[in-house]
């Protein structure tokens, strides 16, 4: 029996990989997944090379080819120069208390909103789905006014709130689509048993919706990393900049010097890579998890 499924299997393997083979379609796709690959990474793979060379062989040398001697000390004069050291602090206080606490609220949010029956859950959900469709750019004047009027320009507080108010309905409505394909049995059940709404919510949702948190939290993570425009507007003293509004400023005084200016833009850029590095294995199933119509 063990020899005959053996046999099964491997006859049906030979079948898929002659299939794959033969498909011309199946090769084309491939062909143009790998065309796209090398069109994204290119640029990333100029940028970490440029890093690496010294402002000689920046103009003697290509662009796309590797340092023929590594220029290491354009990161520490990077880091330096730019005093890269606050900016990155301010970036890591920011992105460390906005995230988690913008995904617990949403959690939250979109539990209640999915499973507590309330009069007022479907006007509730539309005013969350509403938030979803404003650009923040056309509120960034009224924003400015508001955290001004609270004393709150400059601060950590009055950049995590609007990033948090911002980015809360987004999160909302993907959870939620994803709790309503939860059987509601299972809520059911433990409601009869006398558990707590945020009991069922702790020991049976959470668990359940870490793939998709998992991939909201790279999403997040990465938008809050590489914010600009909110934060040029409500954080006005430099010692309170974030890593791009230090690049930015970066670029400004040192646009010349190529090997600090890329060297910089790898320090920025790197920890949102290794963030999704980490979590990448649950960013596809997560999305598609969240993406069902309750």
Same mark, same amino acid.
């Given at each position: 029996?063990?020899?005959?499924? =053996?046999?099964?299997?491997?006859?049906?393997?030979? %079948?898929?990989?002659? *299939? @794959?083979?033969?498909?011309?379609? !199946? $090769?084309?796709?491939?062909?143009?997944?790998?065309?796209?690959?090398?069109?994204?990474?290119?640029?990333?793979?100029?940028?970490?090379?440029?890093?690496?060379?010294?402002?000689?062989?920046?103009?003697?040398?290509?662009?796309?080819?590797?340092?023929?001697?590594?220029?290491?000390?354009?990161?520490?004069?990077?880091?330096?120069?730019?005093?890269?050291?606050?900016?990155?602090?301010?970036?890591?206080?920011?992105?460390?208390?906005?995230?988690?606490?913008?995904?617990?609220?949403?959690?939250?949010?979109?539990?209640?909103?999915?499973?507590?029956?309330?009069?007022?859950?479907?006007?509730?959900?539309?005013?969350?789905?509403?938030? =979803?469709?404003?650009?923040?750019?056309?509120?960034? %004047?009224?924003?400015? *006014? @508001?955290?001004?009027?609270?004393? !709150? $320009?400059?601060?950590?507080?009055?950049?995590?709130?609007?990033?948090?108010?911002?980015?809360?309905?987004?999160?909302?409505?993907?959870?939620?689509?994803?709790?309503?394909?939860?059987?509601?049995?299972?809520?059911?059940?433990?409601?009869?048993?006398?558990?707590?709404?945020?009991?069922?919510?702790?020991?049976?949702?959470?668990?359940?919706?870490?793939?998709?948190?998992?991939?909201?939290?790279?999403?997040?993570?990465?938008?809050?990393?590489?914010?600009?425009?909110?934060?040029?507007?409500?954080?006005?003293?430099?010692?309170?900049?974030?890593?791009?509004?230090?690049?930015?400023?970066?670029?400004?005084?040192?646009?010349?010097?190529?090997?600090?200016?890329?060297?910089?833009?790898?320090?920025?850029?790197?920890?949102?890579?290794?963030?999704?590095?980490?979590?990448?294995?649950?960013?596809?199933?997560?999305?598609?998890?969240?993406?069902?119509?309750?």
């Amino acid at each position: 029996m063990t020899a005959v499924q =053996t046999d099964s299997t491997v006859a049906q393997a030979h %079948a898929e990989t002659s *299939t @794959l083979k033969r498909d011309p379609v !199946l $090769i084309a796709l491939w062909i143009a997944l790998v065309l796209v690959a090398l069109i994204w990474v290119a640029p990333f793979v100029f940028i970490v090379f440029t890093s690496l060379k010294t402002p000689a062989a920046v103009t003697s040398t290509g662009a796309f080819m590797p340092p023929t001697e590594l220029a290491y000390d354009n990161y520490s004069g990077a880091w330096s120069r730019g005093n890269f050291a606050s900016s990155f602090f301010n970036s890591v206080i920011i992105t460390v208390i906005k995230v988690p606490l913008g995904l617990a609220l949403s959690a939250m949010a979109a539990y209640a909103l999915a499973k507590i029956k309330l009069k007022v859950t479907k006007a509730l959900l539309l005013v969350v789905v509403f938030g =979803t469709m404003i650009p923040f750019q056309v509120m960034l %004047a009224p924003l400015f *006014t @508001l955290v001004n009027s609270f004393g !709150l $320009i400059d601060t950590y507080p009055g950049v995590i709130l609007p990033y948090i108010a911002f980015g809360v309905p987004y999160q909302v409505f993907i959870l939620h689509g994803f709790f309503k394909a939860i059987p509601k049995e299972l809520s059911e059940a433990a409601l009869i048993d006398g558990a707590t709404h945020f009991t069922i919510f702790r020991r049976i949702f959470l668990p359940v919706c870490l793939p998709v948190l998992a991939a909201l939290l790279i999403l997040d993570f990465v938008s809050t990393w590489n914010e600009f425009a909110m934060a040029l507007v409500l954080l006005q003293d430099q010692h309170m900049w974030t890593l791009p509004l230090g690049l930015m400023s970066f670029q400004g005084q040192f646009s010349s010097n190529y090997g600090q200016l890329n060297a910089a833009i790898v320090m920025t850029v790197l920890p949102a890579t290794i963030v999704y590095l980490m979590f990448q294995r649950y960013f596809v199933s997560g999305l598609t998890s969240g993406a069902v119509k309750g």
